[in-house]
Nanobody, 119 residues
Framework: QVQLVESGGGWVQPGESLKLSCSIS????????SAWYRQAPGKERDLVAA???????RHEPAVKGRFTISKDDGGNAVFLWMNDLKPADTGMYYC?????????????WGRGVQVTVSS
């Protein structure tokens, strides 16, 4: 069983920064890729950024240039560095372990952490 635990959320003002962390434990098998998703109130859960087991990354257009996904060498931790935050970035952020083939395929979910951006 794979377990994911997110941390680092909170409330910030527009233009500020946050770093989210995700601790991953358990036997991931083929699910060596990781990703961050977010879900705004009343909306679907959307992919924000993904990283493969060898470190290749993909960032969705809405966050490209502002957010950066990274991981530790062992693949046991994944991070999301968020800069120049905007109110539209508000939502629950979920860490995920999965596979990256042509598209990212989610498998295991954390419980999520709240990020609120407002003045």
């Amino acid at each position: 069983q794979v377990q994911l635990v997110e941390s680092g959320g909170g409330w910030v003002q527009p233009g500020e920064s946050l770093k989210l962390s995700c601790s991953i434990s358990g036997n991931r098998g083929r699910d060596t890729a990781s990703a961050w998703y977010r879900q705004a109130p009343g909306k679907e859960r959307d992919l924000v950024a993904a990283i493969t087991g060898v470190g290749s990354t993909r960032h969705e257009p809405a966050v490209k240039g502002r957010f950066t996904i990274s991981k530790d060498d062992g693949g046991n931790a994944v991070f999301l560095w968020m800069n120049d935050l905007k109110p539209a970035d508000t939502g629950m952020y979920y860490c995920n372990a999965g596979q990256y083939k042509i598209f990212y395929e989610p498998a295991y979910w954390g419980r999520g952490v709240q990020v609120t951006v407002s003045s």
